[in-house]
């Protein structure tokens, strides 16, 4: 995992020919991550920071500098250009996660995300499910 800290992960769980791909705390998307996450039936990734809002915001400088690095965070626009890049026809949802409490919006990451896969005539609600988790609370039930 491309991240400056020691305790995060990634898992993809395998059953009945499905794969369920969660991959947070990246600072860009390494090739074996891409692997797990193209292959992916559902994912939860990262989408933790619309850059503006986090140049814009009140964070020191070396804390903004380290979120924008390698081993910092994904930006919804990193996230959202590769999945629209990666995007199979195999997967069916994706739950985005771990967004900043301060440096983005449920409805910015959810509008870029949908923005880019659009633009590569990935349409949401058709052809892929998109879901953005909620900060503090549990999600609802999903039965996949």
């Known amino acids: 995992m491309s991240h ?26 390494g090739d074996e991550v891409a692997e797990h996450l193209t292959n992916a039936d559902y994912m939860v990734i990262e989408a933790n920071h619309d850059v503006q809002m986090l140049k814009q915001g009140s964070y020191p400088i070396h804390l903004k500098n380290r979120i924008l690095s390698e081993t910092g965070h994904l930006s919804n626009d990193q996230t959202g250009l590769f999945l629209a890049k990666s995007f199979n026809g195999k997967l069916q949802n994706i739950f985005l996660c771990h967004l900043s409490h301060h440096n983005n919006l449920p409805e910015i990451a959810y509008t870029t995300i949908q ?9 949401v609600g058709k052809h892929v499910q998109l879901v953005t988790l909620d900060r503090l609370n549990p999600s609802e039930l999903y039965i996949f």
């Open 115 to 123: 923005n880019h896969l659009e633009d590569n005539q990935i349409i």
């Open 4 to 29: 400056d800290a020691t305790d995060n992960v990634g898992y993809t769980i395998e059953y009945k020919e499905k794969r369920f791909t969660f991959a947070t705390d990246l600072g860009f998307i």
